[in-house]
T-cell receptor, first 115, second 114 residues
Framework: ETGVTQSPTHLIKTRGQQVTLRCSSQ?????VSWYQQALGQGPQFIFQ???????GRGNFPPRFSGLQFPNYSSELNVNALELDDSALYLC??????????????FGQGTRLTVV | DQQVKQNSPSLSVQEGRISILNCDYT??????FLWYKKYPAEGPTFLIS?????DKNEDGRFTVFLNKSAKHLSLHIVPSQPGDSAVYFC?????????????FGKGTRLSVIA
């Protein structure tokens, strides 16, 4: 039990649609990162939010966006869904500071299928 | 280009024996390394980590070895138990360079046979 919860656990969307995934971080954790894990791959960093501001971004297009709220919850939004967006999306919550995601706890993930 | 590589997609070991999982990296800026364990339908769970100033870190049945000159690390599990069956991810971070994200390998699926 990591104290990080994600919803929904599974989701099916049609190509071209938009999706919002949600994460509830551990209380007191100011930093949340999102990772995408495609089938047969390791998790890949999408972006990180620290105190409601984007604090770093991986190699993902702008149609991937996020929000972080003061109540330790956050969202990952993906517009214009493509078939290749089908993956497990992981939220990682950490206290913040220089240690970054090396002290993060992961949620159980949301499995997104785009058809 | 993959900065963290786990070249064995799967490994099968008998219960009670040693499991050795390997990981190679290419980025010299990486200074902190972690191993995660992942069961189906769960997120990755932190297992053990090592800083680049060390060459070994031990926690119970789990030991991680780091060879900086070879840019190689390994996770040893002794003795292996059926409950260790999972996918193991190696991850690296350039922690001393600031708040940097984790870079993961593709994972190795460990099966421990009773």
């Amino acid at each position: 039990e990591t104290g990080v919860t994600q919803s929904p656990t599974h989701l099916i969307k049609t190509r071209g649609q938009q999706v919002t995934l949600r994460c509830s971080s551990q209380s007191g954790h100011n930093t949340v990162s999102w990772y995408q894990q495609a089938l047969g791959q390791g998790p890949q960093f999408i972006f990180q939010y620290y105190r409601e501001e984007e604090n770093g971004r991986g190699n993902f297009p702008p149609r991937f966006s996020g929000l972080q709220f003061p109540n330790y919850s956050s969202e990952l939004n993906v517009n214009a869904l493509e078939l290749d967006d089908s993956a497990l999306y992981l939220c990682a919550s950490s206290p913040g500071g220089a240690a970054g995601d090396t002290e993060a706890f992961f949620g159980q993930g949301t499995r997104l299928t785009v058809v | 280009d993959q900065q963290v590589k786990q070249n064995s997609p799967s490994l099968s070991v008998q219960e009670g024996r040693i499991s050795i999982l390997n990981c190679d990296y290419t980025n010299s800026m990486f200074d902190y390394f972690l191993w995660y364990k992942k069961y189906p339908a769960e997120g990755p769970t932190f297992l053990i980590s090592i800083s680049s100033i060390k060459d070994k870190n031990e926690d119970g049945r789990f030991t991680v070895f780091l060879n900086k000159s070879a840019k190689h690390l390994s996770l040893h599990i002794v003795p292996s138990q059926p409950g260790d069956s999972a996918v193991y991810f190696c991850a690296a971070s350039a922690r001393n360079s600031g708040n940097t994200p984790l870079v993961f390998g593709k994972g190795t699926r460990l099966s421990v046979i009773a």
